[in-house]
């Protein structure tokens, strides 16, 4: 059983569209925290919420944290190439290790 | 500042044979993770070293697995007897104390058993 559901699993859509991918859970983390993870590379934090409701804004992304701290979503603006990758959120409890969805394969094509 | 460090970059080895995977982390992290990803997957944690505490090993596949850290400095993921299932890119990350704080990556062992 897969703690945190990713979805969708994969999206392809052209320059300057926007997309929704979405993290979803029925536990209840303190925490959540998204990474991107480019082709050959590890994978980089782009940012954590922490607070239920919680919205946090860079650039062209929107982060949400849901009310019940369960679930989040990732909202990008007008996609470029460089937000090709693989978005992976993974969600916090206590002192027990981060535990990671399978990741949404984002392709935006030029 | 230096990042996480992964030695080797890529290992091809047959099946049957012992490879050891070397982590170096961020100086001054305490937290170590190591974690699998099978193509087009996400991530699968193995294992988790914090400071002197017992590492939680609650993810090592199988017996096969092993891992050692020194102090709060290398780290080594030691798999015996390899299987072709064992390939895939094994991944080290280190942090300040503890799952909250955000984790940095190395870039990786890419491990192909032949």
């Known amino acids: 059983t897969q703690l945190l559901e990713q979805s969708p699993q994969f999206l392809s859509i052209q320059e300057g569209e926007n997309l929704t991918v979405y993290c979803n859970s029925s536990s209840v983390f303190s925490s959540l925290q998204w990474y991107r993870q480019e082709p050959g590379e590890g994978p980089v934090l782009l940012v954590t919420v922490v607070t239920g409701g919680e919205v946090k804004k860079l650039k062209r992304l929107t982060f949400q944290f849901g009310d019940a701290r369960k679930d989040s979503s990732l909202h990008i603006t007008a996609a470029q190439p460089g937000d090709t990758g693989l978005y992976l959120c993974a969600g916090v409890r206590g002192n027990t290790p981060l535990v990671f969805g399978k990741g949404t394969r984002l392709s935006v094509i030029a | 500042g230096a990042g996480v460090s992964q030695s080797p970059s890529n290992k091809v080895t047959e099946k049957g044979k012992d490879v050891e995977l070397r982590c170096d982390p961020i100086?001054?992290?305490?937290?170590l993770y190591w974690y699998r990803q099978r193509l087009g997957q996400g991530l699968e944690f193995l294992i988790y070293f914090q400071g002197n505490s017992a590492p939680d090993k609650s993810g090592l596949p199988s017996d096969r697995f092993s891992a050692e850290r020194t102090g709060e400095s290398v780290s080594t993921l030691t798999i015996q007897r390899t299987q072709q299932e064992d390939s895939a890119v094994y991944l080290c990350?280190?942090?300040?104390?503890?799952?909250?704080?955000?984790?940095?990556f190395g870039p990786g062992t890419r491990l192909t058993v032949t």
């Open positions: 100086s001054g992290h305490t937290a």
């Open positions: 990350a280190s942090s300040l104390a503890g799952s909250r704080y955000e984790q940095y």
